[in-house]
């Protein structure tokens, strides 16, 4: 503290004596300072033993630290006040004490490490190593771990994948069937009932008042297996029509000699017809666009078989629109032949027309027997097959059961233009003539014209009857034609014709004396019942619809041109006609109708020739010749 | 129901004995477009008409308390069409089960001096309008769609003038008695206008 330098340097402590307290009078009592064995024990309480041996624990090396780092203040009375009755360096003494000791086991431990035979010192590995494995199987084990994991990743992008191709198709499936649903809708009217989608096949907004209800249902078809190959023609639309109006059916109408057995009537015709299975519907299905004239129908059916093919292309035949046009023409034969029956038994005919369960029987002249039949095949395949063996198919009216269909379509469109909106607007429906009746004061006869209406079966026969009866003038005029050669006999038949008027025009010449004779033109106007022949010079005949009728008309035109043709004949030679008559009442008598007789002389009067033309039974044509001066002579010429 | 005065035998048997079955309701001008639309859609497949007609009524006053009605009505639009005579008899409301007004109804077409006979016969003209609108046909059911001009110079059918704002709306049948069938269809056909129009039974006598 003291020292005997140059510069004196004193050092006390800041603040020589603590007080104690201060009394009232001003007196400060001090405390007494330490002394310096007490400051040093003082200070070596407060070194902090506990807080270096913690830490030689836990670091291998020797050294404490904070051997000599002043402890905290505050300690300073907790510590004093743990140990008060020990003396003062007990603590310092222990902790000292321990600390060798562990020093020393420190010293012996690394006396023992030394050697490296009893102890080794290793550095810590954090994980201890797994169970000791070859580390070839290990890359493997782990390749196949990353392979697994990339495999999950692809199959799970595959699964979705695969899912969402199903999903598409699922939903081309849908929507094909909407798109199914919308072409089906522009063809048919289709309406939704509760959760059904009903269609009409009626032709009932056309002006059909068939009561049939016509309804088909729509189904969805997508019941099918999604890992099988989807059939071709899949179609996920499909039609439930009613079965009634299954499988195919059409009218058949012929006309026939008298049968042998009406008893049998009934069973006759329900015959399944070998046809393609589109075919039938697509055929009605043109009948009902085609509102050509009722004339031409050869043409026509020509027409109609060449666009049946074309329809059917147009369509690519889907099967619902097959089905269902197959099935709307089993309705449509079904209303003609229910108003064809209802006809039948209405109309009051002389011979009265037979229903007779799938046939109207009709006798539109005598001996002769129309027949309307419905065929309806479903899938009966047992239907009477003699039936079709006993019935050629060229008994097939065509045109008939054509215009069988256009009549009743003209019938619909008449029953839906028939009526017409009531002016004012308070009258009752009905039509506007029937109206006028009153005011106009009708007779009964105008009444009368305003009902009676035509109906289809009254119009089919006498359609029968027309083209019975032309093809009867036909067969007898070729018949004619190729039983006599001389004087031939032509006919030009018209093209155009009315279904219940058409022409021919017959001519009848000499063959290779045209020049010299007229031939006669005569020209038949064939009705439903009757004949009516104009010659060139205006005259009219009407035949009836018996054969013989029109033959002996024939004959007697053919022998009266036979007769002008010989005088024509000896005018060119020069002879002279002395006497000239169309029918002769002398002579034997002829099977048919009378001789025609012509007389000529020779151009000096020497010779005279008489000949007479007549048929016999065999319809051949003779001309017997008398030469009348010399000797009389009696030859038949057979032409 | 009153008998006409003229003849007091009931009229019964053939087709005179008809009914007309009866359903009413109104459209706003603004809206008759839709309801056109809709009854284009609904009903027979035929050309939209439109009408223009001169309705005339008659009374008849007999001993009885009430008079006796007849409506005698024109077409001014078409040519050559009767004049159409119309009696109606009293309506009748009827129960739940049916659900159409029915009145007897005698529908006589005539000739244009039908006027002058029913004058003579002594009746005379309580009122006169013009009715101008659509007409439509669903099977045998009618429906009328018409606006109601008031006449304003007595006879002239040149100057009119609408009545309101609204179109009349009727839906008739015209069958023969007893056929409480058809008012299940009409019924039906009303249920499909119902947004647009409500057409209901009204029973005229409740108006007055």
Redesign the interface.
Known sequence: MSGASAVRISIESACEKQVQEVGLDGSETYLQPLSMSQNLARLAQRIDFSQGSGSEEDEPGPGGRDWASPGDAEDEEGLVKFQPSLWPWDSVRNSLRSALTETCVLYDVLGILKDKKFMTLDPVVQDPPPPKQNPQFLQLISKKKSLAGAAQILLKGAERLSKSVAENQENKRQRDFNSELLRLRQHWKLRKVGDKILGDLSYR?AGSLFPHHGTFEVIKNTDIDLDKKIPEDYCPLDVQIPSDLEGSAYIKVSIQKQAPDIGDLGTVNLFKRPLPKSKPAAEVKLLIHLSLPAENQVRLLFQFQLCTFYEIEIFGAPHWQTKLEAAQNVLLCKEIFAQLSREAVQIKSQIPHIVVKNQIISQPFPGLQLSISLCHSSNDKKSQKSASDRQSPEDHLYVLEHNLHQLIREFHKQT?SS?V?????????GH?RM??A???AFDKNDINSLQSNEGLLEKIIKQAKHIFLRRRTARTIDSLASRIEDPQIQAHWSNINDVYESSVKVLITSQGYEQICKSIQLQLNIGVEQIRVVHRDGRVITLSHQEQELQDFLLSQMSQHQVHAVQQLAKVMGWHVLSFSNHVGLGPVESIGNASAITVASPNGDYAISGSISFDCDHKMYLRVRFSSCFLLESISRY | MEAPPVTMMPVTGGTINMMEYLLQGSVLDQSLESLLHRLRGLCD??EP?T?L?H?MVFLLKGQQASPFVL?A???M??TG????L?YLGQPEIGDKNRHALVRNCV?????ENLTDFLVEMGFRMDHEFV?K?H?F?KG?M?I?V?KIFRILMPGNTESIEPLSLSYLVELSV?APAGQDMVSDDMRNFAEQLKPLVHLEKIDPKRLM
Do not use: C
């Open positions: 907004s839906l009526t909106m009531p002016h004012p607007a308070s009258a009752p429906f506007k109206k006028l009153g005011p106009q | 497949n035929m008409e009408f007609d309705e409506r009505r024109r077409s639009d078409k069409m009767p004049w159409h119309r529908d006589i077409a005539t000739s009715a609108g007409v046909r045998i009618k009328v018409y015209v």
